[in-house]
């Protein structure tokens, strides 16, 4: 009956909206009390809809009530404090299934609010009032919440682990440190979380390091896409200018050009018309001459006759000229064959936005060096197809398999000249330009007394000459000398060990943002020859030397 009382009056004094004892209680004007703060809280909380209401009976107000204190019950809440009565705990301070539960609670246990790592328990509010008061008990390590207390208890002694065996790594309890643990390096707990404390402080501080570095990368990174962005949008407005201006250029040459035909035209055409209109007067002036002569001529008197006749006036000279009969009608056709010219020159200079500009473009990298590859199949993600230029061709070398494949000739073949053409030795270039990294490999026979060398090189190396022009003895070009049974590498008439199996087949690498040239020699594996890390500073293309009955073809990737 007590019981029923005690729960009844907790009832009466307790706030419906925090369901603890009331504060600075206050009553609606419909009759019901709350905590100030509470029922503020909860209007405020109301106030964008116009109107307020109370928790309990859901009465309205159209303006805010004005609070007024309830005296009498505040004066009763007090006394009721004095006397121990406290309000119920609300659900949610109750330990629930994934809550680590107070140990000291009867019946239902509230929610633990610190564990204590001495006494091995979990206290809640409530209970944990004496390690907080008594001098003894605020010693005790509190740390939040854990069901894993005992852990912390030694399965052997029974006893509370303090203690750390570095030996075995591994905690353990002072029994177990003079025991099994006897002769081993042992240190409290509490030193080696120092320690550990101290190398983890370290590598936090390293990560942050990195993070920091990191940022820095990325904040790079971001300046050079903005610096990218800039510089390809300047290039695009650069260069739709300069074609703007090209395009004007040539609509006022055209313009030119036919204002000058049209006025040649009318110049001509006046000409024509004039020699016609005389032509025309003379043929009047022969008819009129010929009527006369007739006239004479039918006279049947011969006295008359011969009496005339010394009055005739001599024929004028005649206009008409035998050129005008034989004047082939082309007048204007050179005209037609200089535009073609001129046309056949601004192609040529125009496939170079292809062989010249294109390359440079696709050149930008801005972006971190990428890993070599490593197997072949590495490599051939990068592979090229390579045809050779007909242009280029020394005249003792014949080329076939599509523009792939060069042989030494003991005769000269019957090419056209041509300012490209290699002269003075036997060589050959790649029609297309060495662009981002790519891969491609050489299939060779090399001759009893031959060669075949495997370079790369800038497109205006010397095409005649002396070492000017050879593969690998100059500072345009990179050459893999590859013999019968050795290799050397050539480059600036200085050689550099190339050694590896000998194969009938060579790769070669290429990145040339990063600067890298590579050759290898391709068999079951791949074993690098030589290795190149140098700047380049024009578009590189493919070339190759075959002397004395040696072939070398450009191989077709798959």
Same mark, same amino acid.
Do not use: A
């Given at each position: 009956m007590a019981q029923q009382e005690i729960q009844l009056d907790r009832e009466r004094f307790c706030c419906s909206i925090c369901l603890d004892l009331l504060k600075d209680p206050v009553a609606t004007g419909c009759g019901h009390s709350y905590c100030k703060s509470c029922i503020n809280t909860h209007w405020d909380k109301e106030e964008e809809r116009g109107s307020y209401s109370c928790p309990q009976c859901r009465q309205t107000f159209t303006l805010r009530p004005v609070l007024e204190k309830n005296t009498m019950l505040a004066d009763l809440v007090e006394e009721l404090k004095k006397t121990g009565l406290q309000a119920a705990p609300a659900d949610h301070c109750y330990a629930g299934p994934e809550d680590v539960a107070c140990d000291v609670c009867t019946g239902r246990k509230l929610k633990a609010l610190k564990s204590c790592l001495v006494c091995l328990a979990s206290y809640c509010e409530k209970h944990l009032q004496r390690h907080l008061q008594s001098a003894a008990l605020k010693k005790h390590k509190l740390v939040k919440p854990s069901e894993k207390l005992q852990e912390n208890i030694c399965n052997r002694h029974d006893e509370v682990i303090k203690m750390f065996c570095r030996t075995d790594q591994q905690c353990i309890c002072y029994l177990c440190s003079v025991d099994e643990h006897k002769d081993h390096d042992t240190v409290s707990a509490a030193a080696e979380r120092t320690e550990r404390q101290r190398e983890l402080r370290l590598r936090r501080q390293t990560i942050q390091q990195r993070v920091q570095d990191t940022e820095k990368d990325v904040k790079l990174l971001q300046q050079e896409e903005e610096a990218v962005n800039d510089s390809a949008d300047k290039a695009v407005k650069d260069s739709e200018e300069i074609f703007t201006e090209l395009i004007r250029l040539l609509e006022k040459r055209s313009s030119d050009v036919k204002q000058q035909i049209r006025s040649q035209q009318d110049t001509e055409v006046s000409r024509v018309r004039e020699l016609q209109e005389r032509? #025309?007067?003379?043929?009047?002036?022969?008819?009129?001459?010929?009527? #006369?002569?007739?006239?004479? +001529?039918?006279?049947?008197?011969h006295n008359q006759f011969l009496h005339n006749y010394p009055s005739l006036s001599p024929l004028s000279e005649s206009t008409h000229s035998s050129s005008i009969r034989t004047h082939p009608l082309r007048d204007f056709e050179d005209v037609t064959a200089a535009v073609s010219q001129v046309r056949g020159r601004l192609q040529h200079i125009l496939s170079e936005t292809e062989t010249e500009i294109l390359p440079i473009v696709s050149q930008v990298d801005v972006l971190l060096p990428q890993p070599e590859p490593e197997t072949r199949a590495d490599f051939l993600k990068y592979s090229q197809e390579i045809t050779l230029d007909p242009?280029?061709?020394?005249?003792?070398?014949?080329? +076939? #398999?599509?523009?792939?494949?060069?042989?030494?000739?003991?005769?000269?073949?019957?090419? +056209?000249?041509?300012?490209?053409?290699?002269?003075?030795?036997?060589?050959?270039?790649?029609? #297309? +330009?060495?662009t981002g990294r790519c891969y491609w490999e050489v299939e060779m026979e090399v001759g009893m007394r031959g060669r075949v060398d495997v370079a790369v090189t800038y497109k205006n190396i010397s095409r005649a000459g002396g070492s000017e022009c050879v593969f690998g003895y100059n500072d345009k070009s990179w050459s893999l000398f590859c013999n019968r049974n050795s290799y050397n590498f050539y480059y600036n008439s200085i050689t550099a060990p190339a050694s590896g199996p000998v194969s009938s087949r060579v790769g070669v690498y290429l990145d040339p943002s990063a600067g890298v040239l590579s050759f290898y020699s391709v068999s079951d594996t791949m074993t690098l020859l030589h290795r190149v890390q140098t700047t380049f500073t024009q578009p590189l293309y493919a070339g190759v030397y075959v002397y004395t009955g040696s072939t070398a073809e450009f191989y077709k990737l798959k």
């Open positions: 032509l #025309e007067q003379e043929i009047t002036e022969l008819k009129r001459k010929d009527h #006369e002569l007739k006239q004479l +001529s039918d006279t049947e008197d242009n280029t061709v020394n005249k003792r070398l014949l080329l +076939s #398999e599509g523009n792939r494949k060069v042989t030494w000739m003991s005769e000269d073949q019957s090419y +056209s000249n041509h300012p490209d053409r290699f002269t003075g030795w036997y060589q050959v270039l790649s029609r #297309e +330009s060495l």
